[in-house]
């Protein structure tokens, strides 16, 4: 807890009297106070920026200031070695900028005019390191005091990156001025420019003069004082057509042009009182729309493309959200708000002026809600971001629900814009996916605290997570522990208390437990500094009726987690009756006795699934929830309180079968947990049943790096056992490596030969390859994987050590040790990719289903996916499962050994905004047969490639499903009778966890 720079009594009487804490808080609070003037002038053609900077500093605090500090933010991509390009490099989030195309800021001119009255003042030397500018005083500034200084600077726009830059004619201009750096009873805030995390900036005026050319419509903080921003000049009528609209456009802009060439430059000057910083935006491109709020302007500036949606939602929107905000917190004190189509993806907020990506509803909420949280209630962002992003998150979910209901969003437009075959899928609601979504996270073992400042956490996921939806998620249960009616009170207290002011969790709390009457150290302390993990379970319930007939409940609850929170248990009687008691949870288990006037039939713990428990299911909850069993259904919807069973029938087949029917029933919990598989096929050729059974789950309670499988089949002539062990280690959470183990044991048996010849139609006549030996083949197998990566590259590393002995029961004894390794080089749209692959076998032969083969997996990996098993004469087709020797143009040439060498080299092209790579590829392979014959193969042609790899969001994601279309022209071995040079087609699957 710091309270600043106070007396050591002052210090034990805050410690001793924690109800004088709102009193003393208010009493001793200040702030510095800054007044800017600037006057600057565009230059669009070498993407300059010239300017005159005048600041007066007032020191409010009790402190004599000896330094003074700027903030150079425009520095911040200047070269590799600051500390946010750093940042970047070491989180892989290279900003992608040419060196032609960086920015910088660079002081032409400094000179303090005044410390204190003192105008006769010696030429003072500062330093700039990183994006900050440190200059030590010539006098001392005292309470009270005011300093005065002038600069001239010249900016550098960067091509449009972070908030900042030029694009297509536009410019954003953000964090572009030296910024005074704040002090408060912390000290100086004069930290550099993070890659995450935001801003900190001090209350006061600034006055900004511009000077643009003549064509350029100008949006800003503030109000406009003098000159012309040239809104009327393209004020749109929203009765127009889009074709209406940029016919009239263009022709405004030809003569606004003719017009700048006799008139040339002109100068805007906005004003702007009780705000942190000034953001601004120009381009001739711009059209303009006019709304108002009351009594306050609204300020619409976008481009002719996004038409239809800034016209009809941009004002509806930003009306919707003043008065939601109004209502929840307090009047809009502003005298206007403007929205602005930014350069940026999502969206920015700065004071009265947000830059939008797009005009939908969520996002306007939650930028002009900045508006109120980071800019008049201005906290430290990058110390504290979840105390605006949380705040500002909270809201907007707040109101989405209030508006649209439990799903949070307008339902029926989502469904109107999904495929047709989409709207057959059950749809999450926005509460289920902030509260799923926070439990994956806290899974992962990665898990930080809210408070961690933006650029100490090891990852950026973990800054998202922690800022915005776990700071939202705190909000929520803090909402929760005070009463719905208590939160509306202690919001509209902290943002009447606070406003123009700097805010900090001590002055959040304090007005919290004003307001409540309530101790919530215990709740501050566990959310934002610890990582609780709340589960609560019903152990015992039991009901007796009494002599006076009413009934007497004894419900025990139990705590499986590491946090505490309050519990609201439900009562239901037979008829409809209800009662909700709340259990305080101040013990760690407890026993709570509920007397009704109805026999209570079912208790739930936190009926309203309001306190993150992870676990509802032994909470009274549990129950079925049937669907069929979509693609990716239970990839997003995720029911709490019940275990979601999916359903589907299925249709195969293969020759000894024929046509295969069946059908296959799959379930978990939250997609992740107690996960199993049943299905059932039958052959109508054969009439044979076969069934398969799978059950996989976390080895300790929720935790995801570690999982163990299970699973026993009877399928297409074959039958497996297999049993594994899963774990992965990471030292981050979304980036790599992550290093994976996998240790299993195997039984494989064939049952029925006739289901291990593989079938090959040669022109008229069909091949048959024997691909799977008798006999029982029991394995234990060690597999090892990492995925390092840099800046420009990607790889992937494999290791698997198999091996069979008579002591394990089989009738097979060899070793089996295969290496496999990928990487990818970036070269702009260019993408290399090599790949290697080395196998050998020792100790003895495998069988046919366990040999390396030149074309791709072996037989034992094609069979354990469905969509690359035996299938007869159709496994004779272009379906392969990529792996082994990888020597494509082989499909269906089974060509086997003890030992392969084998390497691909690719080069793609990435097509811009299409999901898959098109490129030439050559592949090479060597392998000593059984026979002890030396092959050599290749093979070269031409690829497309769709990569589903979901690139290491989180470690429960990085798994890797690949389709490939390979065109193998040529072959350095075709079979008898068929050119080398030749049209071939195939379709490669690849399956990497």
């Given at each position: 807890m710091r309270l600043g720079r106070l007396h050591a009594c002052l210090w034990v009487a805050v410690c001793l009297y924690p109800a004088t804490w709102p009193a003393l808080a208010q009493d001793t609070y200040w702030q510095q106070h800054v007044y800017y003037k600037i006057e600057a002038e565009l230059d669009?053609?070498?993407?300059?920026?010239?300017?005159?900077?005048?600041?007066?500093?007032?020191?409010?605090?009790?402190?004599?200031?000896?330094?003074?500090?700027?903030?150079?933010?425009?520095?911040?991509?200047?070269?590799?070695?600051?500390?946010?390009m750093r940042e970047a490099a070491k989180f892989f989030m290279p900003p992608g900028l040419k060196k032609h195309e960086r920015g910088w800021i660079r002081i032409d001119s400094f000179e303090i005019l005044a410390i204190n009255g003192q105008t006769d003042l010696p030429v003072t030397a500062y330093k700039v390191e990183d994006t900050v500018l440190e200059v030590p005083l010539p006098e001392p500034l005292p309470p009270g005091a005011e300093l005065s200084l002038r600069l001239h600077f010249t900016l550098k726009i960067r091509k449009h990156y972070q908030r900042m830059g030029h694009r297509d004619g536009q410019y954003d201009l953000a964090q572009w001025y030296p910024k005074v750096a704040v002090y408060d009873d912390q000290g100086w805030h004069a930290e550099p420019m993070h890659m995450l995390g935001e801003f900190y900036g001090e209350f006061g005026e600034f006055e900004v003069s511009l000077t643009v050319p003549g064509n350029f419509i100008v949006a800003a903080t503030g109000v406009p004082v003098a000159g012309d921003p040239g809104w009327q000049w393209v004020q749109a009528d929203t009765s127009w057509s889009k074709d209406e609209l940029r016919a009239w456009h263009d022709s405004v802009r030809v003569a606004l042009y003719q017009r700048a060439l006799q008139t040339g430059p002109r100068t805007v000057t906005f004003r702007a009182e009780k705000v942190h910083d000034f953001a601004w935006n120009a381009s001739a491109h711009f059209v303009y729309l006019r709304g108002d709020y009351k009594a306050i302007p609204i300020h619409v500036l976008f481009r002719t493309k996004s038409w239809k949606d800034w016209k009809a939602d941009a004002i509806r929107h930003t009306r919707a959200v003043l008065g939601w905000l109004e209502e929840k917190f307090g009047p809009y004190p502003y005298p206007q708000v403007t929205l602005v189509q930014g350069l940026l993806r999502g969206g920015m907020e700065y004071p009265m002026l947000v830059m939008l990506q797009s005009a939908g509803e969520f996002l306007i909420f939650h930028e002009v809600g900045h508006i109120y949280f980071y800019g008049i209630l201005a906290n430290n962002e990058l110390e504290e971001p979840w105390l605006d992003e949380g705040l500002t998150t909270f809201q907007t979910k707040w109101y989405m629900e209030n508006r649209y209901g439990k799903y949070g969003y307008n339902k029926e437009a989502i469904l109107k814009r999904l495929p047709k075959l989409a709207r057959w899928?059950?749809?999450?609601?926005?509460?289920?996916?902030?509260?799923?979504?926070?439990?994956?996270?806290?899974?992962?073992?990665?898990?930080?605290?809210?408070?961690?400042p933006a650029h100490k956490v090891k990852d950026p996921m973990s800054y998202t997570v922690n800022a915005?939806?776990?700071?939202?998620?705190?909000?929520?249960?803090?909402?929760?522990?005070?009463?719905?009616?208590?939160?509306?009170?202690?919001?509209?207290?902290?943002?009447?208390?606070?406003?123009?002011?700097?805010?900090?969790?001590?002055?959040?709390?304090?007005?919290?437990?004003?307001?409540?009457?309530?101790?919530l150290g215990w709740f501050f302390e566990q959310w934002l500094h610890q990582t609780p993990v709340i589960d609560y379970a019903l152990k015992e319930v039991k009901t007796q009726n009494r002599p006076d007939n009413t009934y007497e409940t004894r419900v025990v609850i139990e705590n499986r987690g590491t946090g505490?929170?309050?519990?609201?248990?439900?009562?239901?009687?037979?008829?409809?009756?209800?009662?909700?008691?709340?259990w305080q949870g101040e013990a760690r288990n407890g026993e709570v006795v509920i007397r009704t006037p109805f026999k209570p039939k079912r208790v739930l713990l936190d009926p309203g699934d309001r306190i993150l428990d992870r676990n509802l299911l032994d909470n009274g909850h549990a129950r079925f929830e049937w669907r069929f069993d979509l693609p990716l259904q239970d990839a997003f919807y995720q029911p709490r309180n019940a275990y979601l069973l999916l359903w589907r029938p299925s249709i195969g087949y293969n020759d000894p079968d024929g046509l295969r029917l069946g059908g296959q029933i799959r379930g978990s919990y939250r997609g992740l947990y107690r996960r199993f598989r049943v299905a059932a096929y039958v052959g109508l050729r054969s009439n044979v049943v076969d069934g398969r059974l799978e059950w996989d789950n976390t080895l300790s309670g929720m935790s995801n790096q570690a999982r163990y499988a299970l699973r026993l089949q009877k399928r297409e002539g074959r039958l497996e056992a297999r049993a594994e062990l899963y774990f992965v280690k990471s030292s981050y959470l979304s980036r790599p490596p992550f290093h994976k183990f996998a240790l299993g044991v195997q039984h494989l048996q064939l049952l029925d030969a006739e289901y291990g010849i593989l079938r090959i139609k040669q022109g008229k006549k069909t091949a048959y390859f024997q691909q799977w030996h008798k006999g029982r083949l029991n394995r234990l197998y060690f597999r090892y994987s990492v995925d390092p990566r840099g800046k420009n590259w990607l790889s992937y590393w494999q290791a698997e050590l198999a091996l069979s002995t008579p002591w394990l029961g089989g009738a097979f004894d060899y070793r089996r040790l295969q290496l496999e390794g990928e990487?990818?080089?970036?070269?702009?749209?260019?993408?290399?990719?090599?790949?290697?692959?080395?196998?050998?076998?020792?100790?003895?032969?495998?069988?046919?289903?366990?040999?390396?083969?030149?074309?791709?997996?072996?037989?034992?990996?094609?069979?354990?996916?469905?969509?690359?098993?035996?299938?007869?004469?159709n496994y004779g087709g272009p379906i392969y499962r990529a792996g082994g020797g990888n020597v494509r143009g082989y499909v269906n040439q089974p060509i086997s050994g003890t030992s392969l060498l084998a390497g691909t080299a690719e080069l793609r092209f990435r097509m811009p905004m299409v999901p898959f790579h098109i490129g030439a590829f050559y592949d090479r392979g060597w392998m000593?047969?059984?026979?002890?014959?030396?092959?050599?193969?290749?093979?070269?042609?031409?690829?497309?490639?769709?990569?589903?790899?979901?690139?290491?969001?989180?470690?429960?994601?990085?798994?890797?499903?690949?389709?490939?279309?390979d065109f193998p022209i040529w072959l350095s071995h075709p079979l008898p009778g068929e050119p080398a040079r030749k049209f071939r087609w195939s379709i490669g699957l690849r399956f990497q966890l």
């Open positions: 669009t053609t070498q993407h300059r920026l010239q300017a005159f900077e005048f600041i007066r500093y007032t020191n409010h605090s009790p402190d004599t200031l000896r330094h003074f500090y700027l903030l150079l933010y425009a520095n911040a991509f200047n070269n590799d070695e600051t500390t946010a899928y059950r749809l999450p609601t926005l509460k289920q996916l902030y509260t799923n979504f926070l439990l994956m996270y806290a899974s992962t073992g990665h898990d930080e605290p809210i408070a961690t915005y939806v776990k700071g939202a998620m705190f909000f929520e249960l803090l909402r929760y522990v005070v009463g719905d009616v208590t939160f509306e009170r202690i919001m509209s207290e902290y943002y009447r208390r606070w406003q123009f002011k700097h805010v900090n969790e001590q002055r959040l709390r304090a007005v919290c437990e004003e307001i409540s009457g309530q101790d505490r929170m309050p519990v609201d248990i439900l009562l239901r009687g037979e008829h409809g009756d209800s009662l909700l008691v709340r990487l990818t080089r970036f070269f702009g749209p260019v993408v290399l990719h090599v790949r290697g692959f080395a196998g050998r076998a020792f100790g003895g032969t495998p069988p046919l289903q366990d040999q390396f083969y030149i074309d791709s997996a072996s037989p034992l990996e094609r069979w354990i996916y469905e969509a690359t098993q035996t299938k007869g004469s000593n047969t059984v026979a002890g014959e030396r092959l050599r193969r290749a093979d070269a042609g031409f690829t497309i490639l769709m990569d589903g790899r979901a690139n290491s969001i989180l470690p429960i994601f990085n798994s890797r499903f690949l389709v490939r279309y």
